[in-house]
């Protein structure tokens, strides 16, 4: 039984070498086109979207969510998003931005889309690598995450009107610029802001 093994266990080894040779001589070829312009094929993009969206699940599951229904909550997270967020994922006015248009992935339009409140805590909170979502944890306490998480949870059912008074009313901020006279235009989010 032991010689039978040990042939195997040796394919086994020398191949996994191959493969991480191949590996190694593809990253450092350069000949992958990492070009936000040039896309992946569909089965490596589903590949990362299931690996992000697996690890967001995972890592968001044990977090305890508070009420999200508290209307100061929501009108912080307003001014948040209206100074952080919006050129990337829009508000219910906008078609899309100067930012977003040449982003892949493209970020979710987040004035059409119900998201989860965990993941949505977590995202926000810790980034994701290489897609240009920052982790806000960095400069942003979890009551402020939280403020956006519930701002979100209502945003997909407004319109551009409702959004507009929301963002006019939400506390000063020192991320926001509340010169905005509605959300077509684009806020001034000190360039480090845009999510």
């Given amino acids: 039984m032991k010689h039978i093994v040990k042939p195997y266990l040796f394919a086994f080894f020398a191949s996994s070498i191959v493969v991480a040779a191949g590996a190694g001589l593809f990253v450092y070829s350069g000949v992958y086109n990492i070009g936000a312009d ?14 992000r969206d697996q690890s967001i699940h995972r890592r968001a599951k044990d977090i305890s969510v508070p009420n999200l229904e508290d209307p100061q909550l929501i009108l912080k997270g307003a001014g948040q998003y209206a100074a952080m967020c919006t050129s990337c994922h829009l508000t219910p006015s906008m078609k899309d931005s100067e930012v977003r248009s040449g982003m892949y992935p493209q970020p979710p339009n987040l004035s059409q889309i119900q998201l989860d409140p965990k993941d949505a805590f977590w995202v926000i909170k810790h980034g994701i690598k290489m897609s240009a979502m920052p982790a806000w944890g960095a400069s942003h ?55």
């Fill in 38 to 51: 040039d896309h992946h094929t569909k089965p490596v993009f589903t590949l990362i979207q299931t690996l």
């Fill in 141 to 195: 306490d979890d009551a402020t995450i939280w403020s956006m998480v519930a701002f979100l949870q209502k945003l997909p059912k407004m319109t551009p009107q409702q959004y507009n008074e929301m963002v006019a009313k939400a506390p000063p901020d020192e991320d926001m610029d509340m010169n905005m006279s509605n959300d077509s235009q684009m806020p001034h989010s000190h360039g480090e802001h845009h999510e």
